[in-house]
């Protein structure tokens, strides 16, 4: 069971800042490292997705679209460790009050330039989204907290890895992951991970040798960024302040804050809208954040237990005196 388990939120001081790292044991860690995806420059290339396969052997996915976007992977998973999402999205007009415009029905997306399909003469202003989404890294990973095997560690980086030498195919990591990243490979079949859980390393064997990861370094518009988190951080701040004030008022940051419900993540986002609209959950919690409290209460009702079982044999023996 990892150590971010039992302390949520601060180093052993209490005032600095968390080292997920540290708390795993290494004792004299580099500067936490991550990515930053600035989505307000991807162009779908799906580079990232190509070299995350190459360099990783991750088998490919195929070619046929979803049917809900010009996309082939759908989302990540045991096959897909990197996955751009592509997201056509209808501009309403603004409401009256100057506040956020209402959501739109987007339908489904067609191969016609807007307005030029004859059932669909009035021309829509849309635009696209595209995100490259990735395995976010968590301070306080709950897939760390319930792999019964140690097939899930903390590197000296920050980050999290799975080891296929060691997983058992389980799956507990799967439904405690609260971004959906983590799957167990379903196929080819004879690739040696099949059954296995699997998600992005962040490239740990190239960080090991001083390289950056495979995605970021195909990433021909720097819309993927990696280096140390905390100079990530106050990029990703200048570029934000940057889009508002040049009129993106809807641009945010996504995963960067160390108080939201996972402690923040290595891997954090800059969206032009809701998290919800590039399928991100709003508000995501470790979901193991209650096991301290459930394991405290179920070792007072044993010991409660216990206690009544013993005065029951003490008094039965003195009864019979």
Request: aromatic share 8%; hydrophobic share 35%.
């Amino acid at each position: 069971m990892g150590r971010s388990f039992f302390s949520p939120g601060t180093g052993d001081t209490g005032t600095a800042p968390f080292d997920p790292a540290r708390d795993a044991g290494h004792t004299d860690p580099p500067p936490r490292k991550g990515f930053f995806t600035d989505t307000s420059v991807c162009i779908g290339c799906k580079a990232c997705e190509v070299a995350c396969k190459e360099w990783n052997a991750v088998p490919e996915d195929g070619i046929a679209l979803t049917g809900m976007s010009y996309d082939n992977t759908g989302g990540l998973g045991g096959s897909t460790w990197r996955h751009v999402a592509f997201i056509e999205q209808q501009l309403p007009a603004p409401a009256p009050d100057g506040g956020r415009p209402d959501t739109v029905d987007l339908g489904m997306p067609t191969a016609t330039l807007p307005g030029a399909d004859p059932e669909h003469r009035e021309h829509a202003d849309f635009r696209w989204l595209m995100e490259s989404d990735v395995c976010k890294h968590c301070t306080h990973a709950a897939c760390l907290d319930v792999c019964p095997t140690g097939a899930l560690f903390r590197t000296e980086f920050g980050t999290v890895v799975v080891q296929d030498d060691i997983c058992n195919g389980c799956g507990y990591c799967v439904p405690a992951c609260p971004y959906g990243v983590i799957d167990r490979r379903d196929g080819p079949a004879g690739d040696p991970a099949v059954g296995l859980a699997q998600k992005c390393t962040l490239c740990y064997d190239r960080l090991s040798d001083g390289m950056e990861p495979a995605c970021a370094k195909a990433c021909p518009t720097q819309s993927i960024q990696f280096g140390d988190l905390d100079e990530l951080r106050e990029r990703a701040q200048g570029r934000l302040d940057m889009l508002v004030e040049s009129g993106e008022t809807t641009a945010q940051l996504y995963g960067h804050d160390p108080d939201n419900g996972v402690g923040g993540t290595g891997a954090f986002f800059l969206l032009l809208d809701e998290p919800e609209v590039y399928g991100l959950p709003p508000d995501p919690v470790v979901t193991t954040k209650d096991l301290p409290g459930m394991w405290r209460q179920a070792a007072f009702a044993a010991a409660a237990l216990l206690g009544g079982a013993a005065a029951a044999f003490i008094g039965g023996k003195g009864g019979r005196r």
